[in-house]
């Protein structure tokens, strides 16, 4: 990559020249440059990892903190804005992980989330009536991919449906890099802190069957929760389980009827949902930004040395695409298993809410394969408008008609 | 053949992944960690069990087929 000394170092993120095409970068660096010196928005410094192995490794290995709110990490976001990786409070977390993790999986397990599932299936068939009501065109990831996590975590938090715009704002406003700034994206927090407390409190004096409900019975009871972490975990599950699937489910639609072959494979034989769901996961290019990791002593990955103090940043999506770990990766196989896709990430911290994403992505699908057969893009796929500055890829919209 | 199934539960995260493909072999606590259910399922969940070896996030689980 270098031809002098005067090495040039590529800003990160990587733009792609397609919507649905992976950035050219990726599939360079995989062969030549597995850690490659990345410039962040911030104009720090970063290490980039590319190839599978690489990055599943140094995501399951704890020597790779998540802390990036020491002095020597690199910043990510420009104007010195702290992104959710950064801020304080997710430094606190990240300290308490054995004890809160422990916690919420009693309600992200295959069990518990199975139980959500009619749930999620009546919640996807309302926001499809009302999308269906007005004649096509119509914005799915407005009228669906956007709302329908926000319902969900809602449900899980206690949230009455009133308030469900409330926090798909507030969840906007706190995962921004660039789009927001400093000020806004505190203002949110603040917000959205005060909402919570007068929640808790609220559910503390009248405690439902939700996840937030069962949390605060554990703070009661001295368990394992302070109210700041009940708080923080709160927001945490919003910030983590809102975009990331709104997008989701707008990405996977634009991929399934972007190719009418892919939609029609589906319509023929609805029960390859459950590997095109993940296969879509392999696939998207737009998953963001990646997962940012700190090493604090120097570390050997696959005969390189890493050393002490690098901040490295694992990109789960040039690592889906790995021909060195998937047969044909760059094609899209809806039959495709097993599909070991690092989207979700891996090791200790991986996502605690994927059984509830697949789950809500599998619904989408089915709903959508069952009600609207004849559903369409209503613009080429290429001209998907993509939006830009937030940690998690998407689309602005996703038109479509039936 | 027989498939012996091993799981290591200080590696499980406890994402469930287990469980959704292969119940008849894999459970979880309530905390969320692994239980094996069926250390040698029959032949006919064969292909679940390699199937949830190799899409563990945590790494947890292993597939013995060597005897
Ligand atoms: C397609 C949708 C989703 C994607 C792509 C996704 C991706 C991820 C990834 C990559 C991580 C690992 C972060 C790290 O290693 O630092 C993570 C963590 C997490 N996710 Fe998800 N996620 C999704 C949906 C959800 C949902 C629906 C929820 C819950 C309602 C959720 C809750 C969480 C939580 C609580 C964590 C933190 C786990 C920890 O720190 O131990 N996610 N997610
Ligand atoms: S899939 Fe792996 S990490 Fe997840 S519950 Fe099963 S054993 Fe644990």
């Known amino acids: ?402 | 053949m027989t498939l012996r199934v091993i799981v290591d539960r200080d590696k499980c995260c406890g994402a469930g992944q287990c469980v959704m493909l292969v119940p008849d072999v894999f459970d979880q606590e309530d905390e969320g960690t692994v239980i094996l259910l069926d250390p040698t399922p029959p032949e006919s969940l064969h292909a679940a069990a390699r199937e949830a070896a190799c899409v563990c996030p945590g790494g947890a689980i292993r597939v013995d087929e060597s005897g």
């Open chain 1, 1 to 402: 990559m270098s031809t002098n000394d005067t090495e040039q170092v590529p800003d990160y993120p990587f733009r792609s020249p397609e919507p649905l095409e992976p950035p050219p970068q990726w599939a360079e660096l995989r062969e030549r440059c597995p850690m490659a010196p990345v410039r962040l928005p911030s104009g720090d410094q970063a290490m980039l990892l590319t190839r599978y192995r690489d990055v599943r490794g140094v995501l399951s290995d704890r020597r790779f903190s998540r802390q990036l709110g020491t002095d020597r990490a690199a910043r990510i976001g420009s104007d010195g804005s702290e992104t959710i990786f950064e801020n304080a409070d997710s430094a606190s977390l990240t300290e308490n992980h054995e004890r809160w993790r422990g916690r919420l999986h009693k309600s992200f397990t295959a069990k518990r989330v199975n139980a959500m599932q009619p749930r999620v299936e009546q919640m996807t068939e309302q926001l499809v009536d009302e999308m269906i009501q007005q004649p096509p065109p119509a914005d799915l990831l407005a009228m669906v991919g956007f709302p329908l996590p926000v319902w969900v975590i809602c449900d899980l938090l206690g949230v009455p449906d009133v308030d469900r715009d409330k926090l798909a704002h507030w969840s906007n406003s706190m995962l921004s890099m660039t789009q927001y700034s400093r000020e806004q994206m505190q203002a949110a927090q603040a917000e959205f802190d005060e909402y919570m407390q007068a929640h808790v409190a609220a559910k503390r004096a009248e405690p439902g069957e939700d996840l937030l409900s069962e949390l605060i019975i554990a703070v009661d009871e001295g368990q394992a929760l302070t109210e700041r972490e009940l708080l923080t975990i709160g927001q945490g599950i919003l910030v983590a389980g809102h975009e990331t699937t709104s997008n989701m489910i707008g990405k996977m639609m634009a991929m399934l009827l972007g190719e009418r072959s892919r939609w029609e494979l589906l319509l023929a034989d609805p029960s390859l949902v459950r590997t095109a769901v993940e296969e879509v996961l392999r696939f998207d290019t737009n998953s963001g930004f990646g997962l940012p990791r700190f090493i604090t002593e120097d570390v050997e990955l696959e005969g390189h040395t890493i050393p002490g103090g690098t901040t490295v940043i694992c990109s789960m999506a040039a690592a889906n695409r790995d021909a060195a770990s998937f047969e044909a990766a760059e094609t899209m196989d809806l039959r495709r298993s097993p599909n070991p896709h690092l989207t979700f990430g891996a090791g200790p911290y991986a996502c605690v809410g994927q059984a509830l994403a697949r789950t809500e992505l599998q619904t989408v699908l089915r709903v959508l394969l069952r009600r609207l057969p004849t559903l369409a893009l209503a613009v080429p796929a290429e001209q998907l408008e993509l939006r830009e500055g937030l940690l998690i890829g998407g689309f602005e919209r996703v038109p479509v008609r039936w």
